[in-house]
């Protein structure tokens, strides 16, 4: 098997190749990039004669639809949407499988804040997500879409969830990257970046789809702040989340649920501090004019607080979940809960976002690689990792210690 990593320098990436590269059935593992330096670091660490190492702007469509036809599997680690969507559809046209770990169902494109996304002429922006999927299903093409953490695990995990009961009503999936609790300290809004900064606070402004008494309806990203107490693993910390649009295949390829929201977890405080920012207006794109200087208020926040909220020595992370399936069973009614507490590798230098995003991303590609998922067009992972590929999914995070903690219980 020869997989194909675009963004294989970035630290999502690279883990994903630092993961394949133990595989026996895996031959080649392609590093995509735009820099020798930056890819060529990546090599190194992943420290394997499996690694090649390719230098490409993902926008040169045509050298990029030849290297994909010496691979059967393509990995999309990239932090953006534009990005994204050229590669995908480039794939899609070179016959090439592949997964995206972005949190975006390609099917229906999120309209706002489009990160420079492409619709070709004439299209709207969800005409344009259906002619990729019917595209990949002419072409034979397995498109997996969304497999990471969120989405990714907690779609995998709430499928799973639904699948068990006779009637689910309500699915509560609450995810999160976080400092660890002492690098929380250290940072402004107890945060530390180990993804894309400027795409989290995206997340944060965007208005959202959600399932509110079967309906479907738009509402504001950060909005339907809760405080749980997270009490599993050996682990007693009080968390809090807000809605956030990471999960969106759940809106139609569930649509049956009465309640579905994604919420995205971390420390108190941090949501506090972002609602002052937007209040504040430091989150908008709109430019202002600053003594003859035009500039929008986020990118002048962008410059500010990023630099501050790089990970210092000895900042590790941490991922959590906590995710509710209601419904009945036999009558009866019943919660699901669906718990997750992971930390960073820092024996390997791989921090937790790298791994449960990552490593699920390399879960995917091998499945596809091993025929294991053949379904072609867009497919959420909902959908395809069900029934024994669900125990085969557990089992291979298990092996890298990536742990899920299943709890039913009834509910009076």
Same mark, same amino acid.
């Given at each position: 098997? !020869? ?21 026996? $059935? ?16 990546? !090599? ?51 016959? =090439?499988?592949?997964?995206?770990? =972005?949190?975006?169902?390609? #099917? ?14 004439? *299209? ?12 990949? @299903? ?18 995998? +995990?709430?499928?799973?969830?639904? #699948? ?9 999936? #609450?995810? %999160? ?8 300290? #250290? ?11 400027? /795409?989290?606070?995206?997340?944060? *402004? ?5 399932? !509110? ?6 509402? $504001? ?14 682990v007693d910390e009080m968390l809090e989340c807000a809605v956030t649009p990471g999960m969106p295949s759940f809106l139609f390829t569930r649509p049956d649920l009465h309640e579905f ?8 405080? /941090? ?9 504040? %207006? ?23 607080? @990023?630099?501050? =909220?790089?990970?210092?020595?000895? $900042?590790?992370?941490?991922?959590? *979940?906590?995710?509710?399936? $209601?419904? +009945?069973?036999?009558?009866?009614? @019943? ?17 937790? *976002? ?17 025929? =294991?998922?053949?379904? !072609? %067009? ?35």
């Open positions: 098997m !020869k997989v194909l990593i675009f963004g294989g320098s970035g630290k999502m990436g690279a883990a994903v190749a630092w993961d394949l590269v133990k595989e026996d $059935d895996v031959d080649v593992v392609g590093l995509v990039g735009r820099h020798e330096d930056t890819l060529q670091r990546a !090599k190194n660490w992943v420290n394997s004669p499996k690694v090649k190492t390719h230098i490409l702007d993902v926008a040169d469509i045509g050298p990029a639809r030849q290297l994909m036809q010496g691979y059967d599997v393509g990995v999309i680690a990239l932090p953006d949407r534009r990005t994204s969507y050229k590669i995908i559809q480039t794939a899609i046209e070179a016959g =090439l499988d592949i997964v995206d770990m =972005l949190e975006e169902y390609h #099917r229906r494109p999120d309209p706002y804040e489009t990160e420079g996304l492409e619709v070709p002429d004439g *299209m709207s922006i969800n005409e344009y997500g259906e002619w990729l999927h019917e595209q990949a @299903v002419e072409k034979g093409v397995t498109f997996l879409d969304g497999i990471g953490f969120a989405p990714g695990i907690s779609n995998i +995990t709430v499928g799973e969830g639904i #699948r068990k009961l006779d009637r689910a009503v309500s699915a509560i999936a #609450r995810v %999160g990257g976080i400092p660890s609790k002492a690098a929380a300290s #250290r940072h402004p809004l107890r945060y530390m970046i180990t993804w894309a900064f400027d /795409h989290v606070l995206r997340e944060y *402004m965007v208005k959202l789809n959600v399932i !509110k008494d079967g309906k479907i309806v738009e509402v $504001d990203a950060t909005i339907e702040r809760e405080s749980f107490r997270f009490n599993q693993f050996g929201a994604e919420k995205t977890v971390r420390w108190p405080g /941090h949501w506090q501090g972002v609602e002052t920012l937007k209040e504040s %207006g430091m989150l908008d794109l709109e430019p202002v004019d600053i003594e003859g200087v035009s500039i929008a208020p986020r990118d002048f926040l962008l410059k500010v607080i @990023v630099p501050r =909220l790089q990970p210092i020595e000895g $900042d590790t992370d941490v991922c959590v *979940m906590w995710n509710t399936v $209601d419904g +009945t069973k036999d009558g009866q009614k @019943v919660r699901i809960n669906y718990y997750l507490w992971d930390e960073a590798d820092t024996e390997n230098g791989i921090s937790s *976002m790298a791994r449960v995003t990552g490593f699920s991303a390399a879960i995917g590609a091998l499945f596809i690689g091993r025929g =294991l998922i053949s379904e !072609k %067009g867009i497919v959420p992972p909902e959908d395809c990792i069900g029934g024994e590929l669900y125990d085969m999914f557990i089992n291979e995070l298990e092996k890298r210690s990536i742990n899920i903690l299943e709890v039913i219980e009834t509910i009076d």
